[in-house]
Nanobody, 126 residues
Framework: QVQLVESGGGLVQAGGSLRLSCAAS????????MGWFRQAPGKEREIVAA????????YYEDSVKGRFTISRDNAKNTVYLQMNSLKPEDTAVYHC???????????????????WGQGTQVTVSS
């Protein structure tokens, strides 16, 4: 059974940083693209960043480019999201999810992902 567990969220002031972690179990982690997503109250879930199974390829949503960095450690079955220069509009519940992909690509389509974690709350105060 695939399980993804996010951690690292919290309350931070604007301009601050947080590092989210997503620990995976029950899958061959190195065969899956991984993604971070967020959902703010009253809004649809959106992709924030994605990383291919090798870690060589990444994708970022435009609003987080230059501020967020996605990375992974396949030996630890963990994907990370380093978030710097946080803004109040980054406030949301952040989830990770996985996508089995034969090709080494950073999958961008939300519908391709499954096995969603329970999420971790990120709140950025102004």
């Amino acid at each position: 059974q695939v399980q993804l567990v996010e951690s690292g969220g919290g309350l931070v002031q604007a301009g601050g940083s947080l590092r989210l972690s997503c620990a995976a179990s029950g899958l061959t982690f190195g065969s899956y693209a991984m993604g971070w997503f967020r959902q703010a109250p009253g809004k649809e879930r959106e992709i924030v960043a994605a990383i291919s199974w090798s870690g060589l390829y990444t994708y970022y949503e435009d609003s987080v480019k230059g501020r967020f960095t996605i990375s992974r450690d396949n030996a630890k079955n963990t994907v990370y999201l380093q978030m710097n220069s946080l803004k109040p509009e980054d406030t949301a519940v952040y989830h990770c999810a996985c996508h089995y992909n034969y090709y080494d690509v950073a999958t961008r389509q939300i519908d391709e992902y499954g096995n969603w974690g329970q999420g971790t709350q990120v709140t950025v105060s102004s």
